[in-house]
């Protein structure tokens, strides 16, 4: 059973802007850390940013100050808003939550294209 969809992925030219949103449901979204992942061809998949229940947000060094990963409770959904897309940021991107209940979740991805 599907426990995350993740949306919002498509073809951008550089400089240009996505946000991917993550469905939760509501058992899933009780979980102590929310991340966004991504993975290009051919590569492993590498962490985005991290969301932990009453922390600070964490981002990795190749999207801070572009990327922002934001949490809407009441519709049990991330965000990840991308801002001056580049092209090596094109990937797979994958929503994770480490649900207290139903244990690691992993959506099915949304496809990120960046390229003139």
């Known amino acids: 059973q599907v426990q995350l969809v993740e949306s919002g992925g498509g073809s951008v030219q550089p400089g240009g802007s996505l946000t991917l949103a993550c469905v939760s449901n509501?058992?899933?979204?009780?979980?102590?850390?929310q991340q966004w992942w991504r993975q290009a061809p051919g590569q492993e998949r590498e962490l985005v940013a991290t969301?932990?229940?009453?922390?600070?947000?964490e981002y990795a060094d190749f999207v801070k100050g572009r990327f922002t990963l934001s949490r809407d409770n009441a519709k049990i959904t991330i965000y990840l808003k991308m801002s001056d897309l580049k092209p090596e940021d094109s990937g797979m991107y994958f929503c994770?939550?480490?649900?207290?209940?139903?244990?690691?979740?992993w959506g099915q991805g949304t496809q990120v294209t960046v390229s003139s």
């Open positions: 994770y939550m480490d649900s207290v209940i139903n244990g690691d979740q």
């Open positions: 509501r058992a899933t979204f009780v979980a102590p850390v």
């Open positions: 969301l932990p229940t009453g922390g600070k947000t």
